[in-house]
């Protein structure tokens, strides 16, 4: 049963940290579910986020995952549950009293420090993400790679994510 809390708790706050994406919350996600609980290796949350990035729908699903891998189908249900309802019942809350406020002066002030908090959060998760990710040459040269060609194109991101697997693929067969 403490198990079934500990998952809980842990994906109700990482939820909270959720401001612009699930990047926003890796750090703290890393820290808790991997130093504090070792639940999961770093290399196994780097798999599953990845994953989560590759899937259809909404990436940060690939929370239960790790609930799964925790406690089977009932940890699952637990961290998605734990996930999904904090967040939605504060943005629920906000959202009715945003529309309130709307001619409070307030209001733009409000929304130009929550964009600066979310680049701020999402910068720390790729730095974090970066640390455990880019760990040898070929890491690096891909990571560029990626970069470079996603900022240059409107190519859909799951095709280099694809390619990058499939070269990490080759290079593991052949050496």
Do not use: C
């Not at 455990?132 to 060609?149: E, I």
């Not at 194109?153 to 290079?171: D, E, Q, R």
């Amino acid at each position: 049963m403490k198990q079934f809390l500990d998952l809980a708790g842990v994906f109700g706050y990482i939820s909270l940290l959720t401001v612009g994406g699930g990047m926003a919350a890796f750090p703290e996600l890393k820290t808790l579910t991997v130093d504090t609980y070792h639940w999961v290796t770093f290399p196994e949350l780097m798999h599953y986020y990845s994953l989560g990035q590759l899937a259809p729908g909404p990436n940060m699903m690939m929370v239960a995952s790790i609930g799964a891998q925790v406690a089977g189908l009932p940890g699952a249900a637990v961290v998605l549950m734990a996930f999904i309802l904090p967040t939605g019942l504060l943005t629920f809350g906000i959202g009715r009293l945003w529309t309130h406020l709307d001619k409070w002066p307030w209001r733009a002030s409000i929304q130009r420090g929550l964009g600066s908090v979310a680049v701020g959060l999402v910068a720390a998760g790729a730095i974090v993400l970066a640390r455990g990710a880019l760990s040898d040459w070929l890491a690096v040269v891909l990571a560029v790679a990626v970069f470079a060609l996603l900022m240059r194109t409107k190519i859909n991101p799951a095709i280099p994510i694809v390619a990058s697997g499939l070269v990490g693929l080759g290079v593991f067969w052949l050496g």
